[in-house]
Nanobody, 122 residues
Framework: VQLQASGGGLVQAGGSLRLSCAAS????????VGWFRQAPGKEREFVAL????????YYADSAKGRFTISRDNAKNTVYLQMNSLKPEDTAVYYC????????????????WGKGTQVTVSS
C-alpha cells in the first residue's frame, strides 16, 4: 500500500492542524493506519492509530485529549486532527499502515509514507 501524508505546516501554539493520509494500491480497509512523529535529534515516536474499521483507537499519552484520529474508508483516507498544539509537537509526522493493529506497539509497522512537517511556534 502507498501512503501520502499531507496537511502539515506552521502554526502558533494553541492552534490546530489536520493531517491527512491518503492510501492507494491495496484494499485500504484491511489495514490499521497510524501516525508516528520524529523531532530533530529524537527517536521516532508513536502518536496515534486507528484499526481497520475505526472501532479501536490508540493514542500516545502526549496526544490524548488533544489529537483525534479517524478514517474514511470510502475515501481511503485517515485523518489526524491536532488541537491545542504545543511547540513540543514540532516534528515530521509519518503515516504508517499494517494489517496487524498491534504492530505499532512492537515497532513493526510495514508500510510508511513520506512525512509532513509540523512546526508549532511559541
Amino acid at each position: 500500500v502507498q501512503l501520502q501524508a499531507s496537511g502539515g505546516g506552521l502554526v502558533q501554539a494553541g492552534g490546530s492542524l489536520r493531517l491527512s493520509c491518503a492510501a492507494s494500491g491495496r484494499t485500504f480497509n484491511n489495514y490499521a493506519v497510524g501516525w508516528f512523529r520524529q523531532a530533530p535529534g529524537k527517536e521516532r515516536e508513536f502518536v496515534a492509530l486507528v484499526n481497520w474499521d475505526g472501532t479501536s483507537l490508540y493514542y500516545a499519552d502526549s496526544a490524548k485529549g488533544r489529537f483525534t484520529i479517524s478514517r474514511d474508508n470510502a475515501k481511503n483516507t485517515v485523518y489526524l486532527q491536532m488541537n491545542s498544539l504545543k511547540p513540543e509537537d514540532t516534528a515530521v509526522y509519518y503515516c504508517t499502515a499494517d494489517q496487524n493493529e498491534g504492530s505499532w506497539y512492537y515497532g513493526t509497522m510495514t508500510y510508511w509514507g513520506k512525512g509532513t512537517q509540523v512546526t508549532v511556534s511559541s
